[in-house]
């Protein structure tokens, strides 16, 4: 076996802010979380399509916007899920690129009970 070392740089595609959506908060109140997905001006793309790997726990929109002559995407993702409990999903995002066709965002939610001295 002949060790080998690679270096080099390493050019960022996207901004994707945050890197995750979390979910955090009380089962029965409104949940939901942004996250600003904005391509690099050297290697632009479009959105083609997006889907959730599991629609049962979350709901999601993604809107384009322009900012400062830039485009970005803005996706909103709202919690489903009534009872306590915690998830995974991923949100899988299609672009027209060649460079990174795929994009996918994680989710994790964390739903919680009410506090037992705390009303709806």
Known sequence: MIPLTM???VEQFVDIMPKRIVLRGIAGDPIKATLKIIPKDKYPFTIKKAKAANTKN???TLEKTKRSEKTEYVLTVKN????????????????????????????????????????Q
Do not use: H, Q
Not at 88 to 113: C, F, H, M, Q, W
């Open 58 to 60: 979350i709901s999601f």
């Open 7 to 9: 270096m080099g740089n």
């Open 80 to 119: 489903l899920k009534k009872s306590k409990g915690r998830y995974a999903d991923t949100i899988n995002i299609k672009t027209d690129s060649k460079i990174r066709p795929e994009i996918k965002i994680y989710v994790i939610g964390n739903i919680l009970d009410r506090p037992k001295n705390e009303k």
